[in-house]
């Protein structure tokens, strides 16, 4: 995981005549999922009419992998979806949330990024329908993970229910991983957002996430290869913990381990399907 640097904020009006639309363009620093400062944003909303509809686009630049930077751009989205609604609930109506992703590499490349990239668009005016402003993402031919498409939510994500009374760890169903990597599918993110709702709701709530893997019943754990290191279930839990942690879930409410294939959901594995349940992240309540 790379460092997290200061938040830049910066505010971009472009304005559509043809569509009567506008675009506020809300910029991000390096990694960063969050803003420090909300200041022009609720400018912004100040500006608006009652229930103004909006649409919210995310976007990363090309640095990281590309299913890294689709959750990136989503939690960024999201985040901005979540203060307007906690804030502004009266001016604004969030519609839909669109994670496009890493945007193509144009020009010169640099270790830093592309600035302007790293950035959510927020759409208003008129019936607020997205332009199609940036290139779908498309996976590089090297790759074998397939993001076909953006990610999209209109709904905010609900807690999930916890039974007290019940032993028995709590699977993330609908949280699944790519083959060999620590990285969930984009497909995963209602249920990452869902847990963070969760961590939220119950203050108190404290947990151990467990990291498992499919397909291989001989070594301790699976090669990351994300990482190179013979540790794939555990960085597939500590990729949890650290989403809960940068979505403002206290650390000393958590701890991580991988479990390897020592605990699996399906067995013996006889289809494809089998193996994809198997590549999980479950959760221990240690206290409530």
């Known amino acids: 995981m790379r460092a997290f640097i200061g938040v830049c904020f910066c505010v971009l009006l472009m304005p559509d005549a043809t569509n009567a639309q506008d675009t506020l363009s809300v910029y991000f620093d390096l990694d960063k999922r969050t803003l420090d400062n909300h200041t022009q944003l609720d400018a912004f909303a100040r500006t608006l009419e009652r ?3 909006i649409q919210l686009i995310g976007y990363a630049d090309y640095l990281g ?4 930077n689709l ?3 989503f939690d960024r989205a999201y985040h901005i979806a979540k203060y307007l609604r906690k804030n502004h609930s009266k001016r ?10 890493e945007l193509p590499p144009r020009g010169t490349n640099s270790s830093d990024g592309k600035p302007k990239d790293r950035r959510v668009d927020i759409v208003y005016g008129s019936s607020a329908t997205p332009k199609q402003s940036a290139v779908p993402i498309s996976p590089a031919p090297k790759q074998r993970e397939v993001v076909s498409s953006p990610v999209k939510s209109t709904r905010a994500p609900e807690a999930i229910e916890i039974d007290t009374t019940s ?3 709590i699977v993330l169903e609908g949280l699944s ?17 869902s847990l963070v709702e969760t961590m939220m709701e119950y203050p108190t709530l404290e947990i151990e996430i467990h990291g498992h893997i499919c397909c291989n019943y001989v070594e301790l754990d699976g090669m990351d290869n994300d990482t190179g290191e013979p540790v794939l279930s555990r960085n597939r839990a500590q990729f949890v913990y650290e989403f809960l942690i ?7 409410r958590m701890s991580f381990k991988g479990l390897g294939s020592s605990d699996p959901k399906v067995f013996p594995e006889m289809t494809p399907e089998d193996q994809q349940a198997n590549r999980r992240v479950e959760l221990k309540i240690i206290h409530f």
Do not use: C, Q, W
Request: no cysteine; hydrophobic share 30%; proline share 6%.
């Open 65 to 68: 992998s590309k299913s890294y």
């Open 177 to 193: 991983f790519y083959g060999g990597r620590h990285y969930p599918l984009p497909e995963s993110m209602p249920i990452l957002l």
């Open 246 to 252: 940068e979505n403002g879930i206290n650390e000393d």
């Open 92 to 101: 604004i109506t969030v519609g839909n949330i669109e994670a496009k992703g």
């Open 51 to 53: 229930h103004e509809n």
């Open 167 to 169: 032993k028995e760890n």
């Open 71 to 73: 959750l990136l751009s």
